[in-house]
């Protein structure tokens, strides 16, 4: 499973860049807004400049017609275009600007998706990617990962080239949980990742190993 950064924070995307596992950068306009960006074009060539060579770069448009839209995912194709794809509602007009990006060769990740219909469509349409919100269904008493399982299912079922990316990721558990499921992506706040990589004993190991090798007086030159 691929892990994507749920961030427009640079800082964050340069230290997951620098662990070497981060295979992409997911945004929207919270999350833009949230750091205070005002140039959308600007961060998204950041991010390009930072990340692996192609590595996708999720950009929200903030249109509600298909016709704009599929306009503004062109234009920001034009930004990056080995790392852009274009993030669009999955609605009727999300669809149908869906069809006409993935035509002409853009690549389509459908957010906000609550249903398996909703992803059966968004494959369809030519989503390249779908992003089930689990942490937002968990919040109202639904099971998000059951989502993922139930895409995963229905894609496998008739080769739907479309990748599943379980997404609104709360805690490290759902990254296991999606791993496990064989969801091809996970993305994830950076806060996420810090707690992935901590264990109480790999701290503990790593401390009374410097302290044994202090007090060896070896050299290890």
């Excluded at 234009?75 to 669009?88: H, I």
């Excluded at 219909?117 to 779908?130: E, I």
């Amino acid at each position: 499973m691929k892990l994507f950064l749920d961030t427009a924070n640079i800082a964050e995307i340069r230290k997951g860049a620098a662990m070497g596992v981060v295979h992409g950068v997911t945004t929207n306009p919270s999350l833009v807004a949230k750091e205070g960006h005002k140039d959308y074009q600007s961060v998204v060539r950041q991010i390009a400049a930072i990340i692996p060579a192609g590595a996708p770069i999720s950009v929200e448009v903030v249109s509600d017609t298909a016709a704009q839209m599929a306009a503004d995912g062109k234009r920001f194709f034009k930004w990056a275009p080995e790392n852009v794809v274009v993030k669009l509602p999955t609605s009727a007009e999300g669809l149908q600007a869906t069809r006409e990006l993935a035509d002409s060769g853009i690549r389509v990740n459908m957010t906000l998706c609550f249903s398996a219909n909703q992803a059966l469509l968004a494959a369809h349409a030519g989503a390249a990617f779908v992003s089930p919100f689990v942490g937002r269904l968990d919040d109202i008493g639904h099971d998000g990962m059951a989502l993922v399982k139930d895409i995963l299912d229905i894609y496998s079922n008739y080769e739907f080239k479309t990748e599943v990316i379980a997404a609104s990721i709360r805690h490290p558990l759902h990254c296991v949980q999606a791993a496990r499921m064989g969801a091809h992506i996970a993305t994830i706040p950076y806060k996420v990742l810090e707690q992935m990589l901590k264990h109480p004993l790999t701290d503990i190991g790593i401390e009374r190993f410097l302290a044994d090798w202090k007090t060896s007086g070896a050299s290890n030159q």
